[in-house]
């Protein structure tokens, strides 16, 4: 699942993202089968023979990214239940400071091995031991869907404030190459006025000293 951006004014987003996207599937054994969001992103994948099986439309606010996550969750489970996927990796950029951001990896299913002992051991934080209401194969599904549907949310919230804030870079540098333009530009027009202002005096004074003689 690799997540892009369909707007202008962001730079090299879905290039770089591409980039990563094909360095690291070329690392990991198995056929691949790519789904992607956006359209952009979905004709670069292509120019790196990396066709997108099924492509989701990017969320234009926060407050669509929970339907997006809905319908990936839905083909999620459709594929895991036919048998035709294993592994499902999320692919998108992470904001950090200022308007720099990175693409990262995270892989969702199956839960990581890693991450799972680091849970168990973690202390649990109060006296009070949590009970579990319903079966625990219940709960457990319950937990691991709204593991998958947090991790999703915010993949997908990780990328749109990093395509902002590409995007708010992207403008910030064309202004200051107004700004630059416009002082070049008052610059020049001042040195073509004086120029002129100059001429105007030497032909004043050549008219005058040719006068008096």
């Not at 997540?3 to 202008?8: A, E, L, N, P, Y």
């Not at 730079?11 to 956006?38: C, H, I, R, Y």
């Not at 590409?166 to 416009?182: F, G, P, V």
Request: proline share 4%; charged share 25%.
């Amino acid at each position: 699942m690799v997540f892009g951006s369909d707007q202008g004014l962001v730079g090299q987003f879905n290039e770089a993202m591409v980039d990563f996207v094909a360095k690291t599937l070329a690392s990991l054994p198995g056929e691949k089968v790519v789904w992607s969001v956006g359209e952009r992103l979905r004709s670069r994948l292509a120019e790196v023979q990396l066709l997108p099986l099924a492509d989701f439309l990017l969320p234009g606010s926060i407050n669509a990214i929970t339907a997006l996550v809905g319908q990936i969750l839905l083909e999620v489970d459709t594929q895991r239940d036919q048998g035709k996927i294993g592994k499902v990796y999320v692919f998108h950029h992470r904001p950090k400071s200022g308007s720099i951001y990175s693409a990262v990896s995270q892989q969702l299913l199956p839960l990581d091995y890693g991450w799972q002992r680091g849970l168990v051991s973690k202390k649990w934080p109060t006296p009070m031991l949590p009970e579990v209401v319903f079966s625990k194969e219940r709960t457990l599904k319950a937990l691991v869907r709204e593991f998958l549907f947090v991790s999703l949310y915010r993949a997908c919230a990780e990328s749109l404030a990093s395509e902002n804030a590409s995007r708010l870079a992207a403008m910030q540098r064309a202004e200051k190459n107004i700004d630059e333009l416009q002082a070049q530009l008052k610059q020049t027009f001042h040195r073509l006025r004086q120029s002129d202002i100059d001429e105007e005096l030497f032909d004043v004074l050549s008219g005058f000293e040719a006068l008096r003689e």
